[in-house]
């Protein structure tokens, strides 16, 4: 087998948060996903350089090109990012011809078509391409490749999916050694020592929230075992990281495995701080896993409560109720765990009397923090489809499909006016983070973890 040069970009993500009521808590992490794909292009036995495009300017991704001279380039990027993903490969075209370009991810999984309009990409690796890249790095005919969209005479053929893979535990381990992890800070409103990285510990979801994507991984759940995922932990730890954040949709989806990690982290004597940032769900929890969470090292919790309307919960396929989020708020602090959670305003059935009713759950719940976002139709998802069926849709020019866009410009909301929606937004986080007795909460939590001044700059960054 001839080894090949592979260059794996991530595209910038910076423009997403440009405004973000909450821009300091802003996630900046090494990009997992290229660690996959690099890990088994490493494997392999090809040589790979990863670039992150939110740390270097285009100068440096034409100096890569240049001196390391790529047989392949690889752009892993969601819908929201398709625009700036498509600038990057036209510049790795017009100074490197001969570099083939490869494109992935949510958005060539979700509309392998659309994406290969781009005339800068020579080939899409369609739903997990943790094996497709590799067929197609080792020169193997598009056509007999599963799982991929490519050009045959001007017409974008797509080939049918690969099967999902079943054992986790056979993926190769992602190549943290290919980043300079000491280079990435975390905000602390989102991790207490940094560097702070990413670990995928389980993949799918076997709940159809209506504004969920599921063209990657779909609806199964698959679960690596736990000992995978703590030696995982422990190669992260050697790395240089400092602390983990899962990025699971259901971490606690298998209770009696999240546990079982949980031992095994105190079992091998491991002292880390973690936290479930992507969020778990409320009715997917027990004390004892709660307080084993605690005793491993956890110290944070997320749930996406995303409304207190038993109503919208169930227009949006949520699967839960609000007793059982008490429930699972009581325990988590029982187990002394700070507790976050994630809200959305103008959710299908939202309607003024609703949205005022997630403003006093959030405050009922006395969370340490609260997150909101106006709902936005993502594409690729159920809402996305009904909208667009019902002609509500007023865009798709893909980039400005994230949640800290004006919605008003995206689509029309069947039961909510705009003006009343970002009324509503803002007076969440007044609400929320001016009562007296959580402003004596979080000044007395900044005082014991020595954080006052970042969290008075923090809060004079957010936009009120």
Known sequence: MERKRVLLISPSFGFIYEGAAIKPGAPFSPPMGLAAVAGSLVK???????????????????????????????????????????????LVKEKSPATAVIAGGVHASSMPEEAMACPHYDIACVGEADFSVLEVVEGRPAGEIAGVAFRDGGVVKVTPRRPLVEDLDSLPMPAWELFDVSAYRTTHLLARKNPAGWIETSRGCPYGCVYCNKSVFG?????KSAGRVVDEMERMLRAGFREIHIADDCFTVDIPRAKEICRLILKRGLDFPW???TGIRADRVDQELLDLMKKAGCYRVFYGIETGSEAVLKRINKGETLEEVRRAVAMSKKAGLEVHGFFM??????NEATMRETI?????????????????PLPSTPYFDELSAQGRIKTREWSRYNYYFPARELYDHPTV???????????FY???YFRPSYIVKRLAASLRSGELLQDLKAFLQIKW
Do not use: Q, S
Not at 364 to 374: Q, S
């Open 44 to 90: 392999a036995g090809h040589e790979v350089r990863v670039l992150d495009m939110n740390r270097f300017p285009d100068e440096k991704l034409l100096d890569e090109l240049e001196t390391f001279r790529p047989h392949y380039a690889g752009l892993g990027f969601t819908t929201i990012l398709a625009d700036e993903a498509a600038r990057v490969a036209r």
């Open 219 to 223: 609806r199964g759940f698959r679960a």
């Open 275 to 277: 936290a479930t940032v």
């Open 345 to 350: 305003l103008a959710l299908p059935g939202d």
């Open 360 to 376: 006093d759950f959030a405050k009922e719940l006395d969370l340490d923090m609260a997150k909101a976002a106006i709902t936005i």
């Open 417 to 427: 006016d705009w003006d009343t929606a970002e009324k509503y937004y803002r007076k």
């Open 430 to 432: 007044r609400e929320f």
